[in-house]
């Protein structure tokens, strides 16, 4: 039987709005709750029965552990805990915090704690000075702050090693030792001057090791990264807020002493830079070793160098003798020392596309310095016939070349390092 062309087409569309439908429903599916297992609805029951309301399970909102019931091993003893995050209907909002052990397969609630906020915003894992403990770091979000806490689990209690307000936070390893640490940043209160601080694992609870003031005039934080650099050091960056509107990002050491403002070895300094925005000129500002730069806000993590303008003075009889600015950017391993007389009027700009570092003279364009990054199997002759020089070959992906249109002495100065971050 032959089937007409309207037959065929009313066929099709049936089938497409069947898939359609089909589609649509996974969807509204994937948009639901998980349906909990068997484990964990008896892990609810359990809870119930226990404080005999019903619970409302709270999610955390961000990071790598979104879970109301996880699964951990608190106290070291090679088994599982339970560790439940909810709310009771019948009273506040806070979430409740519940550490059940499994017994033959029958969960046992052995403690719960009252939370320090309503909204959990992230659950990490930290782990005490004797590895076999695993402490948890909660990040709580109220209408009025954001607060941190850190639980123990000790002879089947819940027990708050450390607890307080912030206003940023990072939680990394952050001094190489393989254990977790973290930095925050107080909220500046009733005018009371920012702090950063550092908690480490002491004896198996967490202790401020170092706290040092923000400048006076910072407002507050914006953000936090940590990572290591060439010497061995690891170095906390912070962004903040200033009262005149500009930014700043300031840097510390962590080291066996704690927290330090970061010094380097060569110069005798104390490294801080601040902005109005990206396009300002380099200049020296009227505080001492505080330096004006040209440069992006630091990314939140990921990265061991943000790409920004660097100044070490070295202070002699109250005045610099030497200064050397370089120019970091680690997506390409790249650092360039730069003349002293460039100092006051250069800039830079970077064609991502064309992988191109153009630093020219901001009020009138002149071009001083380029520096082209090249793929090791990219051919360089169009940039040798222009005039680009080699200055150096990395053993790695990346070929680099220089043209420089400034006098011999000057262009003698231009220091170059190459180097691998690890």
């Known amino acids: 039987m032959k089937i007409s062309t309207i037959k065929k087409l009313t066929i099709l569309v049936s089938v497409i709005a069947i898939v359609l439908s089909g589609c649509r429903l996974q969807v509204e599916d994937l948009l639901k709750a998980p349906t909990p297992t068997s484990d964990q609805l008896r892990i609810l029951e359990e809870i119930k029965s226990e404080i005999g309301e019903n619970v409302v399970l709270r999610y955390p909102l961000s990071g790598n552990r979104r879970a109301p019931i996880q699964m951990i091993d608190l106290d070291g003893d090679g088994m599982l805990e339970a560790v439940v995050f909810y709310t009771i209907q019948s009273e506040s909002p806070l979430t409740n915090i ?18 320090a906020g309503g909204n959990v915003n992230r659950v990490r894992l930290l782990e005490g000075s004797g ?3 695993r402490p948890i770091l ?55 001057t920012p702090e950063i601080k550092y908690v480490d694992g002491i004896e198996s ?43 700043a990002t300031a840097l510390y050491s962590i080291d066996s002493n704690g927290l330090n403002v970061f010094e380097t070895e060569d110069y005798n300094l104390k490294l801080l830079t601040k902005r109005t925005s990206d396009k300002l000129l380099c200049g020296v500002s009227p505080s001492n070793k505080k330096i004006l730069i040209p440069t992006e806000t630091p990314p939140r993590e990921d990265i061991l160098f943000p790409e920004i303008w660097k100044y070490w003075y070295d202070v002699y009889d109250g005045k610099p003798k030497f200064s050397l600015a370089a120019f970091v950017n680690n997506d390409f391993s790249l650092n360039v020392g730069i003349p002293d007389s460039w100092l006051d009027k250069v800039t830079y700009s970077f064609d991502e ?19 082209k990054v090249l793929s090791v199997g990219e051919s360089p002759d169009k940039y040798v016939e222009n005039g680009f020089e080699t200055v150096e070959t990395r053993s790695g992906a990346y070929r680099y ?11 003698s100065f231009i220091k170059y390092n190459f180097f691998a971050t690890e």
Request: net charge negative; proline share 0%; glycine share 8%.
């Open 353 to 371: 596309k064309e992988k191109l570092f153009v630093f020219y003279e901001a009020e009138t364009g002149e071009v001083y310095l380029e520096i």
């Open 401 to 411: 070349y220089l043209r420089c249109e400034r006098t011999f002495s000057e262009k």
């Open 205 to 247: 609870s967490f202790s401020i090791v170092g706290e040092k003031s923000l400048d006076s005039d910072v407002v507050s934080g914006i953000n936090m990264i940590s990572g290591k650099i060439r010497d061995g050091r690891y170095i906390v960056y912070v962004d903040q807020y200033l009262e005149d509107g500009r930014s």
């Open 131 to 133: 590895k076999a403990d």
């Open 98 to 115: 519940s550490v059940l052990k499994n017994d033959r397969g029958d969960w046992i609630l052995t403690d719960t704690i009252a939370g």
């Open 138 to 192: 909660v990040e709580w979000l109220s209408t009025q702050n954001q607060r941190i806490s850190v639980y123990s689990y000790v002879l089947g209690k819940l027990v708050v090693g450390f607890e307080e307000n912030c206003f940023q936070i990072i939680v990394d390893d952050i001094d190489g030792d393989e254990l977790i640490e973290f930095c925050y940043i107080t909220e500046a209160v009733d005018g009371e």
